[in-house]
C-alpha cells in the first residue's frame, strides 16, 4: 500500500466569540504557520485533517462561526501584496513562460519560513 502524502490547505475562520476565537486560534497556531489574522497554511495527511477539523468542531459553534479549508499545490503559489507579506512571504516579478513576456508574480519564501515550506525532494 502506498503511503499517504502530506497535503497543503490555505485555511481561514470566522469566529464569532472571543473565548472559542482563542482557542481555534491556539489549534491552528499549534498546526501551521499564520498568514494572516485569521488565515494559516497548514500542511496534513487526509487522516490528520479529519482529526484537526473533529478536535475545531468540539470547540465552534456550527450555526455562527465558519472554518474553510482550501487545497494548495504549495505555499509558494500564493500571491501576496501590502503589509502581510513583509513578515512571511517575499514577492519578486518574473516572466511567465506561458504567455511569453507577460510579468506574473511569483512567490519566493523567506529564509524564516523556507524550512516549513521546503518540498520533499524526489
Known amino acids: 500500500m502506498a503511503k499517504e502524502k502530506s497535503k497543503w490547505f490555505l485555511s481561514c475562520y470566522d469566529i464569532r466569540d472571543p473565548k472559542r476565537l482563542k482557542r481555534v486560534f491556539r489549534v491552528f497556531k499549534n498546526a501551521g504557520m499564520q498568514m494572516q489574522y ?15 477539523m473533529k478536535q475545531l468542531n468540539g470547540i465552534i ?14 505555499p509558494g503559489q500564493l500571491w501576496m501584496y501590502g503589509e502581510s507579506r513583509k513578515n512571511a512571504l517575499s514577492a519578486e516579478p518574473v ?4 504567455n511569453k513576456g507577460v510579468p506574473t508574480l511569483l512567490l519566493g519564501l ?10 520533499p525532494s524526489k
Open 38 to 52: 485569521s488565515v494559516f497554511v497548514i500542511k496534513m495527511k487526509n487522516q490528520e485533517l479529519h482529526q484537526f
Open 61 to 74: 459553534d456550527q450555526e455562527n462561526d465558519d472554518i474553510r479549508f482550501y487545497p494548495i499545490r504549495h
Open 95 to 98: 516572466k511567465n513562460r506561458k
Open 110 to 119: 523567506s529564509k524564516k519560513v523556507s524550512a516549513l515550506f521546503a518540498r
